[in-house]
């Protein structure tokens, strides 16, 4: 997954200048059907899609996972110029909506939602976020 510019500064005045930068709560997952880049851009909208609060465990090994089963439902058919574009991206805010973009990066396997309607499943340990 890439840092995004925004959480980068804020990793860097918190080590080096005892700036104080937590997030309130768990953080807010996206999804994408289009690299979302450090600002997040690409968003899927309709159906009942809405980010996802997600709980991660404890830092390891340059990284943290995800401790649950997120599942959004009630997805949109995500087309452009007539295509069915996969959701092949996420990406990870501080906020339900709106809000700043902290990490994203693409999924092992795009998912195509066809018809609308579908779902999108993300199992235990899956979702790893990593500081390298």
Known sequence: MTISDYAELKILDAVFNSTAFSVTGDPWVSL??????ET???????GSYGRQQVAFGPAAAGAVANTAQEVWTGLPECKTGGA???????????AETVGNCLWSGALTAPVTIDPAGGS??????????TLN
């Open 84 to 94: 069915n574009e996969p959701i092949g991206w996420i990406a990870v805010w501080d």
């Open 120 to 129: 999108l499943t993300i199992e235990i340990g899956d979702l790893d976020v």
């Open 32 to 37: 994408h059907d289009a690299d979302p880049g």
């Open 40 to 46: 997040g851009a690409n968003e899927i909208v309709g």
